[in-house]
């Protein structure tokens, strides 16, 4: 146990051997069928901190898969801010200077400032603009149900339903409000494209059952596009339960207090105060407005907590 009773079941391990990679881009692997087929990138470690991602990639990597038609490709996003990470700090290696999930705009990757996020994001934009579909592995600071979270295409939707797990989503009409994560880069943040982006939120950070599901929801993304045979152990998808991004709050004052105590998933009826930031109120926009990924350390300019509807 650490940080205030953070159990650790989950840790690093020594990404070393997946450096050289095969593309000349560090910590990136392709592999090609030589067979018509989609490109599908599973990329882990946007995050440092989020291991459950390196638990799927090494799992693809250690174990061959490989692909019966089109391209595979596996990548590590930010190992500078993963191999910082300290298990009496846990949560500190998520990043080293800027978030990586947040800077894939023109402003930012052309712009002039400096990061080690930024010159991993710059390396990593031809691996992204190559990939047809992409699943970008996350997971969260409190132990929630998983959920999917992806711009509001049908493209996307569709795909995460049939892949059926996780059940939640999370539908962004108008993106984040606070940057350009990685599925929104390019070509997967135009509506007129064809091209699946989708996050899948996995569970909380050091949890091996996070690790466990990563692995199961990268090999169903791969095969949903036909690169690998579906499991017939696999469970039939569920029902979807989907919610939409209304707005995210971001911290403004760093004197937060939730009006009652949050891990994700609560609801709120209309009017109703779910928080205050110094003077200033966050009340529920609707009824049965339910909150994702409530902060655990507020600090000023980062998100607080996304605001949503349940969609029907």
Known sequence: MTDAGTTLE???????????????????????????GPHVLIN????????????????LLDREVRPLRGVLTVSFANVDA???????????????????????????????????ELRRARALRPVLAAADHILDLHSTSQSVEPFWVYPAFDRNARAASAIGVPAIHLVMPDG??????????????????????????????????????????????????????ADP????????RRYELLSTEVVRDGRVQFSRPVVGMETFAR??????????????????????????????????????????
């Open 10 to 36: 989950l840790l690093p391990r020594d990404l070393t051997p997946y450096r050289a990679g095969n593309t000349g881009i560090p910590y990136v692997h392709r592999f090609d069928s030589g067979r018509p």
């Open 44 to 59: 882990a470690l946007t995050h440092g901190n989020e291991f459950c991602g390196m638990v799927a990639a090494t799992h």
């Open 82 to 116: 993963y191999e910082s990470f300290a298990p009496d700090d846990p949560f500190a290696s998520r990043q080293l200077v800027h978030n990586m999930n947040r800077i894939w705009s023109p402003d930012w990757l052309e712009g002039g400032e400096n990061s080690p």
């Open 176 to 229: 984040l409000g606070t940057g350009t994560p990685v599925i929104q880069h390019g070509r997967h943040g135009d509506p007129h494209s064809d091209g699946v982006a989708l996050v899948a939120e996995c569970g909380q950070h050091f949890l091996q059952a996070t690790g466990e599901l990563a692995v199961e929801v990268a090999l169903r993304f791969i095969a949903h596009f036909g690169l690998i045979d």
């Open 233 to 240: 152990g696999w469970a039939p998808p569920a029902p979807p």
């Open 271 to 312: 009017g109703e105060m779910i928080a205050t930031d110094g003077g200033h109120e966050i009340r529920s926009p609707c009824d049965g407005c339910t909150i994702f990924m409530p902060t655990r350390k507020a600090i000023v300019g980062r998100e607080l907590v996304y605001l949503t509807r349940p969609l029907p």
